[in-house]
C-alpha cells in the first residue's frame, strides 16, 4: 500500500503536531491520500489528462475509479489498446509518485510538461521492444 500522509492521521502524533500542514507535495491544497495522489490533485489530473490524449485515451475520465473500471475490463486483452493501457497506467502512475517524492524529499520540482514527456517516452521505449502479430494497416 502507498504511504501518503493521510496515514498519518492513524497514528498518536500528539496535540501539538499541526496535521494542516500535511498538505499534497504537488498542490499544496489538502493533505494528500491515495485518491488525490492519482488522480484528483489539479497536478496530477493536469498530466493523466495529457497522457490519456497523447494514448488516444481521451474517453476516460481522471479519477482513479473511472481509468481502473477503463482499464480492469481490458487488461488481458491482447490489442494495441490493452497493451498501451498497461503501460500508460503505471508509467503515469510511477512518474507522479517520483515527482511527489523528489518534491518532499528533495525540493525538486519538474512541471507537468516535462513529466509527460518522460512518461511518453517510457512508454514508447516500451513499446519498441514488443512483437506484434501482422495486422491490416493502421491499426496500430
Known amino acids: 500500500k502507498v504511504k501518503t500522509q ?8 500528539g496535540p501539538s503536531i499541526d496535521l494542516n500542514l500535511l498538505r499534497c507535495p504537488l498542490c499544496d491544497f489538502i493533505p494528500n491520500s491515495y485518491d488525490h495522489l492519482f488522480f484528483e490533485c489539479a497536478f496530477s489530473s493536469l498530466v493523466w489528462s495529457k497522457v490519456r490524449v497523447l494514448c488516444g485515451m481521451d474517453s476516460i475520465l481522471s479519477r482513479l475509479i473511472d481509468v481502473s473500471m477503463f482499464i480492469i475490463p481490458i487488461s488481458t486483452g491482447k490489442t494495441s489498446v490493452s497493451i498501451l493501457c498497461r503501460l500508460v497506467l ?18 525538486k ?3 507537468p510538461n516535462q513529466i509527460v514527456d518522460v512518461i511518453i517516452s517510457m512508454v514508447r521505449l ?3 521492444t514488443l512483437k506484434f502479430k501482422k495486422c491490416q494497416p493502421g491499426l496500430i
Open 6 to 13: 493521510d496515514t498519518l492521521r492513524q497514528w498518536d502524533v
Open 90 to 107: 503505471p508509467a503515469t502512475s510511477y512518474h507522479i509518485w517520483l515527482e511527489r517524492n523528489g518534491r518532499l524529499f528533495k525540493k
Open 109 to 111: 520540482t519538474s512541471s
Open 126 to 128: 516500451n513499446l519498441v
